[in-house]
């Protein structure tokens, strides 16, 4: 497949680069310095120009392209980037947003733009805050099959009651599968003896229930946490955060120093209380006992700010801290000083994006630990290596850093063991290490 990329930002670097090896990648970038850093770190052809211009596109392949994707930081230049493109090709167009109301003009009106498929970057990042939030001590979480299933990884404090045991030991739960294990930067597939250690993060795939039942009890946490949540910046990611829950039925708390933005949110959002105030402000925290908070998430326009909030969220004691980090390399600083969950718009975005690009295309994935594994979701073909007998003899011949997580048919779920078959129709949610994924996609 012939795929154009404009824009080599960190949505477009993570694009280019997971596409690099199966299919025939041109990267178009008006930035010098970014075209030089990024030539031979990636095995793409780089056209430097606007990717706005037609003769840019023509330098670029567009008459054979077969996927355009427009990822730069501008969403109006997203826009007209597809609207060019469709002046002189059928190519598939996709194009990355960050503003709602062009996301809802699109959505009312599909291929308006001239944009096949639009993706809204906050609103997927305030999408992944909210599942998050909702299951206690969650680093990430995922839904599959319609959302009977669920993928969770979390990590293991010391006092949690399977720190040091093994997965055998840990495994008392239905319908759960140990996956695997994060320990800094690697990976281990979890087999029945691998060491539950604290510190290490380990990913879970099952029913929502018992996943739900393991964090609650591995975090010793007897309700959810985002009975009392509140947000900190009525930034366009915090605004739409807050309406995630109000859509859920919670009533959420956000902080806004700015007076309009705060009167206009709260004219927007009438079901969640909006105060007015700068949120470093220690006496109006303790004044309005957001030490009390289940979760405060911080989403306020830079890193900095957002770091800041966090530690006094966690001064406070409050119980859950998450961030939206813009800048990925401050994901390992968050971390270090306790933060529990950072969210990155640009991760979340190249992820949706990256789906649409699969030949034999599973039909969801979600990447981990930043891009060292994935979990995909297919449904099983007669031909499948998966399809009619037990899978542990169809795992002999699916290459190693493979587990199958979970399995629905039709409306009940079915817990994978070794003499589970997968039947064609089957819609099965399988762990992957990067490393075998173009392998194991061939295979199955």
């Known amino acids: 497949m012939h795929v154009i990329v404009v824009g080599a930002g960190e949505v477009g670097h993570s694009i280019a680069s997971s596409l690099a090896q199966p299919h025939d990648v041109i990267v178009v970038e008006q930035n010098d310095a970014v075209v030089e850093a990024l030539t031979n770190s990636l095995d793409v052809l780089f056209i430097h120009g606007d990717g706005t211009n037609l003769n840019t596109l023509h330098k670029a392949g567009i008459s054979q392209a077969d996927l355009v994707i427009a990822c730069t930081n501008n969403d109006e230049t997203n826009i007209i980037v597809c609207g060019t493109t469709k002046t002189v090709s059928d190519a598939f167009t996709i194009a990355r947003v960050r503003k709602r109301i062009l996301f809802n003009t699109w959505r009312r009106s599909q291929n308006s733009f001239d944009v096949d498929y639009m993706i809204c970057s906050d609103l997927l990042t305030a999408q992944a805050i909210a599942r998050i939030a909702g299951i206690p001590a969650t680093r990430d979480v995922d839904t599959f099959a319609g959302g009977l299933i669920q993928m969770a ?44 250690r604290p510190g290490d993060r380990v990913v879970v795939i099952g029913s929502t ?117 813009e800048d990925p390399e401050y994901g390992e600083l968050f971390a270090t000083v306790g933060i529990d969950v950072t969210v990155n718009p640009q991760e979340e975005t190249a992820e949706e994006i990256i789906r649409f690009t699969r030949s034999n295309q599973p039909e969801k994935i979600v990447m981990l630990e930043r891009d060292q594994a994935e979990v995909i979701e297919i449904e099983a073909t007669q031909d499948s290596t998966l399809t009619g007998r037990p899978i542990i003899e169809a795992m002999a011949d699916v290459p190693d850093g493979v587990v199958i997580g979970a399995i629905s048919r039709g409306e009940n779920l079915v817990t994978p063991r070794g003499m589970t078959e997968v039947r064609p129709g089957d819609h099965v949610v399988i762990f992957v290490d990067a490393d075998v994924l173009s392998d194991v996609i061939e295979s199955i």
């Open 209 to 325: 229930e018992s996943v739900k039942t393991f964090a609650e009890e591995i975090s010793a946490c007897t309700a959810d946490h985002s009975d009392d949540v509140v947000i900190v910046g009525a930034s366009q990611i915090g605004f739409q955060v807050a309406q995630e829950f109000v859509n859920h039925g919670y009533h959420p708390r956000l902080i806004e120093q700015d007076h309009d933005r705060a009167r206009d949110v709260a004219e927007k959002l009438p079901q969640a209380t909006v105060l007015e105030s700068d949120a470093t402000d220690l006496n109006f925290l303790s004044q309005e006992h957001i030490d009390e908070a289940d979760i405060v998430i911080s989403a306020l326009d830079e890193d900095e700010e957002n770091l800041l909030m966090a530690l006094l969220s966690r001064r406070l004691g409050v119980e859950r801290t998450v961030a939206v980090i």
């Open 153 to 196: 990884e979390f990590e293991i404090e010391e006092s949690s009651p399977i720190g040091n045991q093994t997965v055998n030991e840990a495994d008392q739960y239905d319908s759960l599968t140990f996956a695997a294990i994060f320990r800094a930067n690697e990976m281990e597939v979890a087999t029945g003896e691998t060491v539950l």
